[in-house]
């Protein structure tokens, strides 16, 4: 090829960029010598037609216009330079890799391919080059034009405070929905269908929280074994909509059928969060294979050892960690996001162990440069942005400890929830605490009740069902000897592990499940359903079920009776929630009154009616508590600056055994109370009304509602 043919293009946009006549491409490797472009035949995969250099470099990007190449061509790369993994580099041009840029991949890895840049299995391991062509086993990125019928589309921008979130996979939620046509289950379009919106609608929930959707890789070790990477934390294209999740193709339809999943969604109201994996990538450490980022410049990309850069250093226990002080790799994460966001219209984000993306190279530190450049960009600091707080490095438990314009999964509410209704010793404080917002932990740094995302089970772990029928993991199907998944879940099987045909254990553990779904949208903070709690669904005590993908892990919508009373349950108590403004404040509380109003904001009751003095909190044995939420005492107006009213709600809770007597507050706190949610009954009506002072039973491990109507002091 003549090198007239190859224009000089620019350095920008990153990545391949189709403009009506031809593409540009742009590619970042500081090390690299020699960088190449490598066509194939969209009809034949494993075809390559054409390969050109890209002859200019500006500022470390390698870059060249390329005339008469179109969208749905199928491109990779092949780096040239210095193969020395003791110094870091570990560029092999014999390895095709990804564009770390790429929109959309077509076709898997597969793992019978020389994918390893080094002679796998040999004697010295990574430190000899391997110089098979692995071309044919590697995905290949699509070269797209723009052009999709938004229709107008806006985002729903459902406030913080009435946000109620909805885990789940896109394949598991709708695989087994015999209302959604069969050709579309388990797929982007299969999310948007009408059922599933129903469904969702019904629920109540605003937001759906999807597991990874980026492209990624199923781990060697587990292709060996005939399973699979189920959850997707494994990415290897930070762009690029997984095309296993697509019923319309892989050749860029993926993305168009994304783009239309999102639109049906925001029509319907619902917001669209990705689960994202930033923090390492499907590469491993030093003996894992080289896809993209490892070939094109290793150091840039991964952090690596000071002492000895031929070994990753890893925060994640995936075997590297995603080097966020590097400005290439911190501007790749910022244009991914920037990306989802005005592209694909997602709504925010949830970061997988988001700790290892504030370490520089001291540590954690919420003024690292991660953290920075999504505060001042003008796209991302408006989105929702949530962090699970921890990784598997030194002091990686950070629970608390993000900046603002963050919320958190917050791992001491669940410890807390759960540790609570099973029985626990020593919880009344850390109960008050995690049913009022965290302020112990999100006020300090003037953070909202907003900043904790309260959940009592998620992806990981074991589902609400199972939470109460089994007291240890049952994760034998995943082929490593039960060792696998966490050991410490604060789990009770209600007296039997496992199922049983028992009525009185079946009672408790269904009362309990109402007892956690009320608990957590009683809570003030922001709720997290996982998809499939309020139906029951089951994975048989498996609480680490990321390589099951099969009916162990989708959701099950043959329901039986209790199932639909638990369906009935879960949309009441979120209906609840939606209609009373005390359950979703804007800021803490006080204990204090507000405004004018005749109650405080927030007061906490012993069992005779008394309020709580400091000593009642510090009681071991205290299992039995109630707390009041006075509706005319919400500090903040509503959006047109009007003070908002509404019901009064008092909360009995009783984690003991036993039946406990709870005296109603007297007479200054109000008249009569209505009952409205007791976790002991299974009727969507209750309608008993009970006098100021006088008496109410809660059962043993047992929740119950109180209403006193706003209208009767307005």
Same mark, same amino acid.
Request: a negative charge; one cysteine or more; proline letters at 6%.
């Given at each position: 090829?003549?090198?007239?043919?190859?224009?000089?293009?620019?350095? !920008?946009?990153?990545?391949?960029?189709?403009?009506?006549?031809?593409?540009?491409?742009?590619?970042?490797?500081?090390?690299?010598?020699?960088?190449?472009?490598? $066509?194939?035949?969209?009809?034949?995969?494993?075809?390559?037609?054409?390969?050109?250099?890209?002859?200019?470099?500006?500022?470390?990007?390698?870059?060249?216009?390329?005339?008469?190449?179109?969208?749905?061509?199928?491109?990779?790369?092949?780096?040239?330079?210095?193969?020395?993994?003791?110094?870091?580099?570990?560029?092999?041009?014999?390895?095709?890799?990804?564009?770390?840029?790429?929109?959309?991949?077509?076709?898997?890895?597969?793992?019978?391919?020389?994918?390893?840049?080094?002679?796998?299995?040999?004697?010295?391991?990574?430190?000899?080059?391997?110089?098979?062509?692995?071309?044919?086993?590697?995905?290949?990125?699509?070269?797209?034009?723009?052009?999709?019928?938004?229709?107008?589309?806006?985002?729903?921008?459902?406030?913080?405070?009435?946000?109620?979130?909805?885990?789940?996979?896109?394949?598991?939620?709708?695989?087994?929905?015999?209302?959604?046509?069969?050709?579309?289950?388990?797929?982007?379009?299969?999310?948007?269908?009408?059922?599933?919106?129903?469904?969702?609608?019904?629920?109540?929930?605003?937001?759906?929280?999807?597991?990874?959707?980026?492209?990624?890789?199923?781990?060697?070790?587990?292709?060996?074994?005939?399973?699979?990477?189920?959850?997707?934390?494994? /990415?290897?294209?930070?762009?690029?909509? @997984?095309?296993?999740?697509?019923?319309?193709?892989?050749?860029?339809?993926?993305?168009?059928?994304?783009?239309?999943?999102?639109?049906?969604?925001?029509?319907?109201?619902?917001? *669209?969060?990705?689960?994202?994996?930033?923090?390492?990538?499907?590469?491993?450490?030093?003996?894992?294979?080289?896809?993209?980022?490892?070939?094109?410049?290793?150091?840039?990309?991964?952090?690596?050892?000071?002492?000895?850069?031929?070994?990753?250093?890893?925060?994640?226990?995936?075997?590297?960690?995603?080097?966020?002080?590097?400005?290439?790799?911190?501007?790749?994460?910022?244009?991914?996001?920037?990306?989802?966001?005005?592209?694909?219209?997602? @709504?925010?984000?949830?970061?997988?162990?988001?700790?290892?993306?504030?370490?520089?190279?001291?540590?954690? @530190?919420?003024?690292?440069?991660? !953290?920075?450049?999504?505060?001042?960009?003008?796209?991302?600091?408006?989105?929702?942005?949530?962090?699970?707080?921890?990784?598997?490095?030194?002091?990686?438990?950070?629970?608390?400890?993000?900046?603002?314009?963050?919320?958190?999964?917050?791992?001491?509410?669940?410890?807390?929830?759960?540790?609570?209704?099973?029985?626990?010793?020593?919880?009344?404080?850390?109960?008050?605490?995690?049913?009022?917002?965290?302020?112990?932990?999100?006020?300090?740094?003037? +953070?909202?009740?907003?900043?904790?995302?309260?959940?009592?089970?998620?992806?990981?772990?074991?589902?609400?069902?199972?939470?109460? /029928?089994?007291?240890?993991?049952?994760?034998?199907?995943?082929?490593?000897?039960?060792?696998?998944?966490?050991? @410490?879940?604060?789990?009770?099987?209600?007296?039997?592990?496992?199922?049983?045909?028992?009525?009185?254990?079946?009672?408790?553990?269904?009362?309990?499940? +109402?007892?956690?779904?009320?608990?957590?949208?009683?809570?003030?903070?922001?709720?997290?359903?996982?998809?499939?709690?309020?139906?029951?669904?089951?994975?048989?005590?498996?609480?680490?079920?990321?390589?099951?993908?099969?009916?162990?892990?989708?959701?099950?919508?043959?329901?039986?009776?209790?199932?639909?009373?638990? $369906?009935? !349950?879960?949309?009441?108590?979120?209906?609840?929630?939606?209609?009373?403004?005390? $359950?979703?404040?804007?800021?803490?509380?006080?204990?204090?009154?507000?405004?004018?109003?005749?109650?405080?904001?927030?007061?906490?009751?012993?069992?005779?009616?008394?309020?709580?003095? &400091?000593?009642?909190?510090?009681?071991?044995?205290?299992?039995?508590?109630?707390?009041?939420?006075?509706?005319?005492?919400?500090?903040?107006?509503?959006?047109?600056?009007?003070?908002? *009213?509404?019901?009064?709600?008092?909360?009995?809770?009783?984690?003991?055994?036993?039946?406990?007597?709870?005296?109603?507050?007297?007479?200054?706190?109000?008249?009569?109370?209505?009952?409205?949610?007791?976790?002991?009954?299974?009727?969507?009506?209750?309608?008993?009304?009970?006098?100021?002072?006088?008496?109410?039973?809660?059962?043993?491990?047992?929740?119950?509602?109180?209403? &006193?109507?706003?209208?009767?002091?307005?």
């Amino acid at each position: 090829m003549r090198r007239a043919e190859v224009l000089p293009g620019k350095p !920008f946009p990153l990545g391949a960029t189709y403009d009506g006549n031809g593409v540009n491409f742009a590619v970042f490797s500081e090390h690299a010598k020699k960088v190449e472009v490598c $066509l194939f035949d969209p009809t034949d995969p494993k075809k390559e037609t054409r390969r050109f250099p890209l002859l200019e470099t500006s500022n470390h990007v390698w870059h060249g216009y390329m005339p008469g190449v179109h969208a749905g061509c199928l491109y990779g790369l092949r780096v040239h330079g210095p193969y020395e993994p003791k110094k870091g580099l570990r560029f092999n041009p014999h390895k095709l890799l990804v564009d770390p840029y790429a929109r959309a991949l077509h076709g898997k890895v597969d793992p019978k391919a020389p994918i390893h840049g080094y002679v796998h299995g040999g004697k010295e391991e990574d430190l000899v080059m391997d110089t098979q062509d692995d071309a044919w086993g590697v995905p290949k990125a699509v070269i797209l034009s723009d052009g999709f019928d938004w229709e107008g589309d806006r985002p729903p921008e459902v406030p913080w405070h009435k946000t109620v979130l909805y885990e789940l996979h896109v394949k598991g939620f709708t695989k087994l929905n015999p209302r959604v046509p069969e050709h579309l289950r388990g797929t982007y379009a299969g999310l948007a269908h009408p059922a599933t919106i129903e469904h969702l609608k019904k629920v109540g929930v605003t937001s759906v929280e999807l597991l990874p959707i980026h492209a990624f890789m199923d781990e060697p070790f587990l292709t060996q074994k005939g399973r699979s990477n189920y959850w997707g934390y494994n /990415t290897l294209g930070f762009f690029a909509p @997984d095309a296993r999740y697509s019923a319309s193709g892989s050749l860029g339809e993926q993305v168009a059928e994304f783009k239309g999943m999102v639109k049906l969604l925001h029509r319907a109201g619902i917001e *669209v969060i990705l689960d994202v994996v930033y923090n390492h990538t499907c590469e491993g450490n030093h003996l894992g294979p080289t896809l993209s980022f490892k070939g094109l410049d290793a150091g840039a990309y991964y952090r690596l050892s000071e002492k000895d850069p031929r070994y990753f250093m890893d925060f994640t226990g995936c075997g590297n960690s995603w080097n966020a002080t590097h400005p290439y790799a911190l501007k790749l994460i910022a244009d991914s996001l920037r990306y989802w966001v005005e592209v694909m219209h997602v @709504d925010g984000f949830r970061f997988d162990l988001a700790t290892t993306l504030g370490r520089d190279r001291h540590g954690y @530190d919420t003024r690292a440069a991660f !953290f920075q450049i999504l505060h001042q960009d003008p796209v991302l600091s408006r989105v929702k942005l949530i962090a699970e707080p921890w990784d598997v490095g030194d002091y990686g438990y950070q629970v608390g400890n993000f900046p603002v314009l963050w919320s958190e999964w917050n791992g001491k509410y669940r410890d807390t929830m759960r540790r609570y209704w099973k029985g626990d010793d020593r919880q009344a404080a850390e109960i008050g605490s995690r049913l009022t917002g965290s302020s112990d932990l999100f006020a300090l740094s003037g +953070r909202k009740p907003t900043a904790s995302v309260n959940f009592v089970t998620a992806h990981d772990g074991f589902t609400l069902h199972d939470l109460v /029928t089994y007291s240890q993991k049952h994760n034998e199907a995943n082929g490593e000897e039960n060792r696998d998944g966490a050991n @410490d879940n604060h789990a009770w099987n209600c007296g039997v592990e496992g199922e049983t045909n028992d009525p009185k254990v079946n009672a408790l553990r269904e009362q309990q499940k +109402r007892n956690f779904l009320a608990s957590l949208f009683l809570s003030q903070g922001v709720p997290m359903l996982v998809a499939g709690d309020e139906m029951g669904r089951t994975q048989k005590g498996n609480n680490n079920a990321y390589c099951q993908d099969n009916e162990l892990s989708w959701v099950n919508w043959e329901l039986n009776e209790k199932q639909r009373q638990l $369906l009935d !349950f879960t949309s009441r108590i979120i209906k609840l929630r939606r209609e009373q403004p005390v $359950l979703s404040k804007r800021r803490f509380f006080r204990g204090a009154h507000i405004w004018d109003s005749e109650l405080k904001d927030l007061a906490w009751f012993r069992p005779d009616g008394k309020e709580m003095k &400091r000593e009642d909190w510090e009681k071991p044995y205290v299992r039995s508590l109630a707390f009041l939420l006075g509706g005319d005492a919400i500090a903040t107006p509503d959006d047109e600056g009007h003070r908002i *009213v509404g019901d009064t709600l008092l909360v009995l809770l009783n984690a003991h055994h036993e039946p406990i007597t709870f005296m109603l507050p007297a007479l200054e706190w109000g008249a009569d109370w209505e009952l409205v949610v007791d976790t002991a009954a299974t009727g969507e009506s209750l309608r008993t009304h009970t006098p100021a002072g006088g008496k109410v039973q809660a059962v043993g491990r047992s929740l119950v509602v109180l209403r &006193r109507p706003a209208t009767e002091w307005e």
